[in-house]
DNA sequence: GTCTATAGAGCGATAGAC
DNA sequence: GTCTATCGCTCTATAGAC
């Protein structure tokens, strides 16, 4: 790819994420992201082969951020203080306009569900999950209720993401905070 | 409608709730839902006059069971009993199979923003976070915070209630407990 | 209340010119 | 790298028989 003239590649996957976050992918056709893009739709042909191939280097560009924090949080030490991190770098992410590709994914959009790329990122969610709240969240013994709260904190910040975007950037440490106590273990759900 | 011959609209009703749940609005064909109910898709246009009116009725019957729970939220002594009460019985909605519905909703599925009902809904779901967490969470001066609290508990409601639905209902138990963990002002977020 | 048949539009995708 | 033109398909919706 090194030494491409245009960057139409680069331009349709960042129309292609806005659309599918705000249509959803079924509901997004190629006419709409070629229009964002001042091209035909014929014109997309010439960069993915089906529209399940942008799809899938959306949901590339997303993975490839995701496997980026997993990699530099398997280098720190496991407490609190990488977990929280983790939870900050990975709210940053959906800031900066990954939150789309999150939401889809969190969200188990159903075009995601035959699509194999998923499996993949959905791989690397858990290798998160792991590297927040220790192997086997998913699986152990309390493992419905402790993934519930690993899945709570991610939503708290995707929720803090889309708030951010329009305005106030301090619920983002609001709901970094929130996201710490869901999967703090002396915090067992009842009031003190 | 008394005096209906057939429950064809009562089925129709339940097999699109299932089917826009699982392939959302846009993925759904009339196809599907009238295979669904071993009937033609023309035969569908009897019962309703659009997609979008089948669309509508499963968003009514929504509504109306959140509108009953407001009503009675809105008789009992507000306090922290009641909000558990209001979170537990919004729980046995989601988990008798409103759950979709509810995921529709919350979700923001972009087939909703065109939709006339979604403004009513929208309002009661205001309603309930109302009720939940004191008039105005949404406006005031932390609302954005406020308003992120009774969202994550709403959120722990609905993703433990797709989980009860294949097997273990104690989930629901702990999620409950977190919801009004999360709508605890004496709780900030952060660990003891 | 359900059927067959079909209209009319939009979709994803391809062919081939420039 | 982008275009026009078009194919084949599925979709929503309607007309009219039973």
Redesign the interface.
Known sequence: MAGRRTDTRQRAQRVALRLFA???Y??TSLRMIAEGLNITKAALYYHYKSKEEILAAVLSDFSGAVADLIEWGEQQPSGPETQRELLRRYGELTVDGVTAAARLIQ?N???LREQPLAAEVQAQIIALFDLLAGPGVLTGADG??AA??V??AI??LH??GE?AESG?RD?MD??L??A???L?P???????
Not at 186 to 192: E, K, T, V
Request: charged share 20%.
């Open positions: 705000e249509y959803g079924e509901g969200v959009e159903p075009a419905p209720v519930l709260r899945k709570l939503s708290a929720l803090a708030e106030g619920v609001a709901a905070d929130i710490c106590g869901l703090d002396q915090w067992a759900g009842s009031a003190p």
